[in-house]
């Protein structure tokens, strides 16, 4: 092995970590900036069953709420969730199916597919949401290769 790559690698490493954390800490600064804590620790107690079967003005907050890092990209760009469609996942009332959309200027912007991945993987984190996939309508944004490269590396699911 080449002590010379190993070196490298480690210290790319290394330095993806310390840019992580630092966005991270940067995240969380324009979140807190923008948003009322207080606020944003009630929407993220919510249960997001009963909002989001009641089509409760809170069920978008409360899903922006349990967003990290990718919600001040959102909010810096004027985007948001839209709620496309929902169903339960298992058909027995504890767990969510969810399809989203986005709007404001993420529509369009070549981040999109780290977006999108940000939004699932935080999504995924709740316990009441077992899947997250996002409107098929949203890939005519894209120019072919930016559709072609989020259809096989985004490592999210279009419906």
């Given at each position: 092995m080449?002590p010379a790559?190993?070196d490298?690698?480690?210290l790319?490493?290394?330095?993806?970590?310390?840019i992580?954390?630092q966005?991270?800490?940067?995240?969380?600064r324009?979140i807190?900036?923008?948003?009322d804590?207080?606020?944003?620790?009630?929407?993220?107690?919510?249960?997001?069953?009963p909002?989001?079967e009641?089509d409760?003005?809170?069920?978008?907050?409360?899903?922006?709420?349990?967003?990290g890092?990718v919600?001040a990209?959102?909010d810096?760009?004027?985007?948001g969730?839209?709620l496309?469609?929902w169903?339960?996942?298992?058909g027995t009332?504890?767990?969510?199916?969810?399809v989203i959309?986005l709007d404001?200027?993420?529509?369009?912007c070549?981040?999109?597919?780290?977006t999108?991945?940000g939004i699932q993987?935080d999504?995924?984190m709740?316990?009441?949401?077992?899947?997250?996939?996002f409107?098929?309508?949203?890939?005519e944004?894209?120019?072919?290769i930016q559709?072609?490269?989020?259809?096989k590396?985004?490592?999210v699911?279009f419906?």
């Open positions: 080449d790559k190993t490298d690698d480690e790319a490493k290394t330095y993806g970590s310390q992580e954390e966005m991270r800490i940067e995240a969380q324009r807190s900036e923008n948003h804590e207080e606020e944003l620790g009630r929407l993220r107690g919510l249960s997001l069953i909002l989001i009641a409760h003005p809170d069920s978008i907050p409360a899903l922006m709420a349990r967003l890092p919600r990209a959102l810096g760009h004027g985007g969730l839209i496309s469609s169903e339960f996942y298992d009332g504890k767990s969510l199916s969810l959309d404001g200027a993420c529509v369009s070549g981040a999109a597919p780290g999108l991945k993987d999504l995924l709740d316990e009441e949401v077992e899947r997250i996939r409107s098929s309508s949203m890939l944004w894209f120019d072919e559709k072609e490269f989020v259809l590396f985004g490592g699911t419906i």
